[in-house]
């Protein structure tokens, strides 16, 4: 399998993982709107394989957004002109914010469902071999007993946590229609972090964040003044929400371990968790970065934030049983590359 579609691929999660595609050979075709990414992502990902392993990377952008059908169809069509035929798809594109989620339904439905039945009704024509999607441990919802594993209730409770799972239905009436020929996975990521090791890329959210992680980032650089710790008293060793962080480039090389198995084996329609299965306190993850990158953080204890859980990782054993995948770095590596990409890009992409 050569050529790799991916939605998506000038935002966080997927330009890191189409660094880890090109690095293992593929060649890609990225397909993104821009309204959450950045082509500079991309130019940066070819100069540093350039760089790196002296030849041209196979990284290709259209700029299309996946709402509009004809556009999505076009490009398919003009890549089939080409010769070049897509044998995967790694579907990221979508938006992500619980609270806006709450703020705009309607856009959220649009973007995260409307958009995904563009691509697959275009997709439908074009035997594609594999669908690797972006689902998320939000669609497990509240209070869910920890390690959370793939067959646990979906129970979300937020408009983005109810596309997602919609999504996933969807898929899975797609792979038993008969005339599907796709493998798919619904992958669920926990708390992604961090950057690349080079910090070449990361994470670049537009105006303040919601995430902690890139919130942290902001305050160590002084762009914020304060973060501020959404309880003290949840039922935890230090009364902080436990939280499965994930480093990004662990979780892009869950990708590509899911699209090896996807090709390799007969046609399947899997789930599972991306974790780590190891719960970090906020707390904990705060200390980290004050030890690691010897900063000390201005942060202070307020009240709970509504929809928060205060317990949550991953059982992440199916993903190693399947895929032989298991996320090999420490909160030790997250603190280090995230703040690393950022203290180096504090203006992010721009
Ligand atoms: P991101 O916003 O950085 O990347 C999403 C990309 O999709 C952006 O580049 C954006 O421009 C593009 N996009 C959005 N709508 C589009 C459309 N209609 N057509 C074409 N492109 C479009 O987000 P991310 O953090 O990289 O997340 C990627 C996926 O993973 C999302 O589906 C998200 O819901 C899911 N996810 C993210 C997290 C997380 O914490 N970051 C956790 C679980 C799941
Ligand atoms: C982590 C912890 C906060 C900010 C969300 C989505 C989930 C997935 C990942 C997309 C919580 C605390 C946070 C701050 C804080 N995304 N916090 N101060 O809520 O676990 O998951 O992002 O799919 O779907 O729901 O992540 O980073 O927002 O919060 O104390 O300024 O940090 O209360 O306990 P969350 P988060």
């Known amino acids: 399998m050569k050529n790799i579609l991916v939605t ?38 070819k100069s540093f394989i350039k760089k790196k392993s ?6 290709h952008f259209f700029k299309v957004d996946l709402r509009n059908f004809s556009q999505t169809l076009q490009t398919f069509e003009k890549l089939a002109s080409e010769g070049i035929k897509i044998e995967a798809v ?3 594109a979508g938006y992500k914010s619980v609270f806006e989620s709450i703020e705009n339904p309607i856009e959220y439905w649009e973007n995260n469902v409307g958009a995904t039945l563009n691509l ?54 797609f792979f038993k229609s008969a005339k599907s020929t796709t493998s798919i996975a619904c992958l669920r990521y926990f708390n992604p972090i961090g950057a690349h090791e080079s910090s070449v890329i990361g994470e670049d959210p537009k105006g303040v964040p919601d995430n902690l992680f890139p919130y942290i980032c902001k305050v160590a650089n002084k762009e914020l003044g304060l973060l501020k710790v959404f309880g003290s008293d949840w039922p935890t060793k230090d009364g ?64 709970r934030r509504d929809g928060d859980t205060p317990i949550m990782y991953a059982n992440p054993l199916l993903a190693k049983k399947l895929l032989g995948w298991k996320a090999k770095k420490d909160i030790n590596d997250m603190c280090l590359d995230g703040w690393n990409w950022f203290k180096n890009n504090p203006n992010g992409y721009r």
């Open 8 to 45: 998506g691929g000038a935002g966080y999660i997927g330009s890191h993982t189409c660094l880890s595609l090109l690095e293992k050979g593929y060649d890609v075709f990225v397909i993104d709107s821009l309204v959450n990414g950045s082509i500079e992502s991309l130019e940066r990902i």
């Open 54 to 59: 002296k030849i041209k990377s196979n990284l």
């Open 90 to 92: 790694i579907h990221f």
């Open 120 to 173: 697959l009704r275009v997709l439908a024509n074009y035997k594609c071999k594999a669908f690797i999607f972006s689902s998320s441990a939000t669609v497990y919802g509240l209070n869910m007993k920890s390690p959370i594993s793939e067959d646990s209730n979906t129970l979300p409770i937020n408009p983005y946590g109810e596309t997602k799972i919609a999504v996933e239905k969807i898929l899975k009436s």
């Open 240 to 303: 902080t929400c436990i939280r499965d962080f994930i480093h990004i480039m662990d979780l892009a090389d869950g990708h590509i371990k899911t699209l090896e198995y996807l090709t390799y084996n007969k046609p399947c329609c899997i789930t599972l968790n991306l974790g780590t299965g190891k719960g970090t306190s906020v707390l904990d993850l705060i200390k980290t970065f004050e030890k690691v990158n010897k900063i000390d953080l201005n942060y202070s204890f307020v009240n």
